[in-house]
Every structure is written in C-alpha cells, then in structure tokens.
C-alpha cells in the first residue's frame, strides 16, 4: 500500500505541475499585449 500510495501523490504533483504550466501557457499568450 505504501507504494500506491506514493504513486498517487508523485501523479497528483505532476498533475497540478501540468495544469499550472498550462494555465501559465494559456495566460501568456492571451496577454501578448502587456508585454
């Protein structure tokens, strides 16, 4: 169980890696102009 649940948190943490580097992705390129 100890292994499982190690994979859950290391794919939980590439999860929200993922979707903030998206996010960030996302927001740069709809604020071209601020730049």
Partial sequence: YLLL???IIY?????FACSFILTS???????RDAF
């Fill in 5 to 7: 649940e190690s994979y």
């Fill in 11 to 15: 794919y939980n943490q590439a999860y």
């Fill in 25 to 31: 992705c996302w927001v740069l390129s709809h604020r």
